[in-house]
T-cell receptor
Framework: LAKTTQPISMDSYEGQEVNITCSHN???????ITWYQQFPSQGPRFIIQ???TKVTNEVASLFIPADRKSSTLSLPRVSLSDTAVYYC???????????FGKGTTLSVSS | EAGVTQFPSHSVIEKGQTVTLRCDPI?????LYWYRRVMGKEIKFLLH????????ESGMPNNRFLAERTGGTYSTLKVQPAELEDSGVYFC????????????FGPGTRLTVT
């Protein structure tokens, strides 16, 4: 499975757009890119998943360049409640274990 | 739709004792996973059930850990005997489809071995 590298932490103010970039240089052809969010004392929660180009849902956008060696999770207009750890994961199919890295701790302040 | 539930939320036991953690997946989800995070470390995979069968148990740390999923519904993870290094948060997750699919996590069980 491809290893991922992402910032350890980021700080932001409310209302700002936050972009978290993840590197996955060894991503395989069949791999998808998935982001999970985790609040304290809770289990991780799926945010968004993509294979290439751009994916958008009600929570976030995911930008994936043509070479797929990196991806950027974009959170528009963050609020205090977006303070959490964000994990970038790369894997080829469902029914397999998720490989979590250290994640990016996002702190949003007013 | 009810989410993944885990019981207990927190367990404190002494070294050498036995503890059993329970996970109730989302109804209809064939895939059930156990993960854990020990202090200061990353979340690590333990094992994966497809219905009642163990699909992958490569992450189980040793034979003190026993997971079961009788009938393909809820699952239990027993630690016997517990050691200090077993302390951490144990997460359960479930998913439905064969294809690329998100995993739904429970809130976790915090296990403290003293």
């Amino acid at each position: 499975l491809a290893k991922t590298t992402q910032p350890i932490s980021m700080d932001s103010y409310e209302g700002q757009e936050v972009n978290i970039t993840c590197s996955h240089n060894n991503i395989a052809t069949n791999d998808y890119i998935t982001w999970y969010q985790q609040f304290p004392s809770q289990g991780p929660r799926f945010i968004i998943q993509g294979y290439k180009t751009k994916v958008t849902n009600e929570v976030a956008s995911l930008f994936i360049p043509a070479d797929r060696k990196s991806s950027t999770l974009s959170l528009p207009r963050v609020s205090l409640s977006d303070t959490a750890v964000y994990y970038c994961l790369v894997g080829d199919q469902a029914g397999t274990a998720l490989i979590f890295g250290k994640g990016t701790t996002l702190s949003v302040s007013s | 739709e009810a989410g993944v539930t885990q019981f207990p939320s927190h367990s404190v036991i002494e070294k050498g004792q036995t503890v059993t953690l329970r996970c109730d997946p989302i109804s209809g989800h064939d895939n059930l996973y156990w993960y854990r995070r020990v202090m200061g470390k990353e979340i690590k995979f333990l094992l994966h059930f497809v219905k009642e069968s163990k699909q992958d148990e490569s992450g189980m740390p040793n034979n003190r850990f026993l997971a079961e999923r009788t009938g393909g519904t809820y699952s239990t993870l027993k630690v016997q005997p517990a050691e200090l290094e077993d302390s951490g948060v144990y997460f359960c997750a479930s998913s439905h489809n064969e294809g690329v699919d998100e995993q739904y996590f429970g809130p976790g069980t915090r296990l403290t071995v003293t």
